[in-house]
């Protein structure tokens, strides 16, 4: 049973015989359609790309990013597809979060250090830094989260100034809960 699931998530996350790869940037709008919400790529050329995925939540990780200058990575049925049709993202980089700012993107996670809970910021290089104490209760039951973060280094404790959830973590029912 395991190889059937196998083959069935790899047929959905291949691209059709005559798809071509993308690449495209523009900034991430959220729009309805039928009571559903989704995301859209506005073009600097003002062409809207319908973005979808076969990968597991990143759908709503695009939704997510409204208002954010992205570069796109993908596959459109043809070169010559209409504008409307959609592209199937494979995979994005953040550009701009407003005012030309590149935040960096990563996980939150806890630890244990001298008996208490903290949080810590772990950016996709791997780099982990120590978040402010005080996001121990704000932010206890996103562990786990894909977030992105804008924020400064200071006393060894990186103090994000703007931040943004991607993808949601585990959920605790307390702050003080281990997870």
């Given at each position: 049973?395991?190889?059937?699931?196998?083959?069935?998530?790899?047929?959905?996350?291949?691209?059709?015989?005559?798809?071509?790869?993308?690449?495209?940037?523009?900034?991430?709008?959220?729009?309805?359609?039928?009571?559903?919400?989704?995301?859209?790529?506005?073009?600097?050329?003002?062409?809207?790309?319908?973005?979808?995925?076969?990968?597991?939540?990143?759908?709503?990780?695009?939704?997510?990013?409204?208002?954010?200058?992205?570069?796109?990575?993908g596959?459109?049925?043809?070169?010559?597809?209409p504008?409307?049709?959609?592209?199937?993202?494979?995979?994005?980089?953040?550009?701009?979060?407003?005012?030309?700012?590149v935040?960096?993107?990563?996980?939150?996670?806890?630890?244990?250090?001298?008996?208490?809970?903290?949080?810590?910021?772990?950016?996709?290089?791997?780099?982990?830094?120590?978040?402010?104490?005080?996001?121990?209760?704000?932010?206890?039951?996103?562990?786990?989260?894909?977030?992105?973060?804008?924020?400064?280094?200071?006393?060894?404790?990186?103090?994000?100034?703007?931040?943004?959830?991607?993808?949601?973590?585990?959920?605790?029912?307390?702050?003080?809960?281990?997870?």
């Amino acid at each position: 049973m395991p190889t059937i699931l196998t083959i069935a998530l790899l047929a959905l996350t291949q691209p059709a015989a005559d798809a071509v790869s993308v690449t495209v940037e523009g900034k991430v709008r959220e729009v309805s359609n039928r009571g559903t919400t989704q995301a859209m790529l506005e073009t600097d050329d003002k062409k809207g790309l319908s973005l979808t995925s076969a990968i597991p939540g990143l759908s709503n990780e695009l939704r997510r990013l409204s208002g954010v200058r992205i570069r796109v990575q993908g596959t459109r049925s043809s070169k010559t597809a209409p504008d409307g049709e959609p592209v199937s993202v494979t995979g994005y980089e953040i550009l701009d979060v407003g005012k030309g700012v590149v935040p960096r993107v990563g996980t939150i996670a806890a630890i244990e250090l001298d008996g208490k809970r903290r949080l810590i910021f772990v950016d996709s290089s791997g780099a982990a830094e120590m978040l402010p104490t005080g996001w121990v209760k704000r932010m206890a039951g996103h562990v786990g989260a894909k977030v992105w973060m804008v924020g400064r280094t200071a006393d060894k404790v990186f103090r994000p100034s703007r931040f943004s959830i991607l993808r949601p973590g585990q959920k605790a029912k307390n702050p003080e809960q281990k997870q």
